[in-house]
Each structure stands twice: as structure tokens, then as C-alpha cells.
């Protein structure tokens, strides 16, 4: 059983930058692959970044390349988005989840955190 607990969430402007962070804990917490998804108002939920167990692969969707950065810090058990340049349509709940495999797909991800608000005015 793994736990997260999403955080950091917030307003911001466009341009600007957050950083949110996803503790996890569980016996075997460490050994899982990362991902952060959002759901848009009125949206599916989509996928933004993963990041393997050890931190040493990470790939990120289209829309934020260049600009969202994921990491994981296993000795403190979290793993970040680092999110700069964020525009209007990075609005969503940001949800930070875990999976036995690196992916992109939300069935992949067994472990799901309750959710954090990020809302970028314009």
C-alpha cells in the first residue's frame, strides 16, 4: 500500500511559477515509478510527467516541455513538479500518483493522491 499527499497548490499569474510536492510513504513506496496528472474544469484527466523509481528517467506531455520539470527526492520521500511559465490553461487539480511501471496512462497508476488546486489567472 503506498500513500501520497499532494501539496502546494495555489494562485498564481500567468508567468509565474509553483512548485508542488507529493509525499509518499509505504513500505515499498521508494521502488515505484512517479507521475503527475491534471483535470482541467470540464476536462479529462491528462497526463503531465513521470519519473522512474531511481530518478534517473523522466519524460514530460507535449504541452509542458520546456517548462515543468518533475524530480523525486527518495531519501524524503516526495517528488516534485517544478512549474514555470504557467499560463491560464494550466489550470487544473494536479494529482500526483504511483505505479510498478514508468507510463503515461492513467490504468498504469495504481496509487492515486486526493488532489491539489493550481489556478493561473491571466
Known amino acids: 500500500q503506498v500513500q501520497l499527499v499532494e501539496s502546494g497548490g495555489g494562485l498564481v499569474q500567468a508567468g509565474g511559477s509553483l512548485r508542488l510536492s507529493c509525499a509518499f510513504s509505504?513500505?515499498?513506496?521508494?521502488?515505484?515509478?512517479m507521475g503527475w496528472f491534471r483535470q482541467g474544469p470540464g476536462k479529462e484527466r491528462d497526463f503531465v510527467a513521470a519519473?522512474?523509481?531511481?530518478?534517473?528517467?523522466?519524460y514530460s506531455a507535449d504541452s509542458v516541455k520546456g517548462r515543468f520539470t518533475i524530480s523525486r527526492d527518495n531519501a524524503k520521500n516526495t517528488v516534485y513538479l517544478q512549474m514555470n511559465s504557467l499560463k491560464p490553461e494550466d489550470t487544473a487539480v494536479y494529482y500526483c500518483?504511483?505505479?510498478?511501471?514508468?507510463?503515461?496512462?492513467?490504468?498504469?497508476?495504481?496509487?492515486w493522491g486526493q488532489g491539489t488546486q493550481v489556478t493561473v489567472s491571466s
Open positions: 500518483a504511483a505505479s510498478t511501471i514508468l507510463g503515461d496512462r492513467e490504468r498504469q497508476y495504481n496509487y
Open positions: 509505504g513500505r515499498t513506496a521508494s521502488n515505484y515509478a
Open positions: 519519473i522512474n523509481w531511481r530518478g534517473s528517467s523522466t
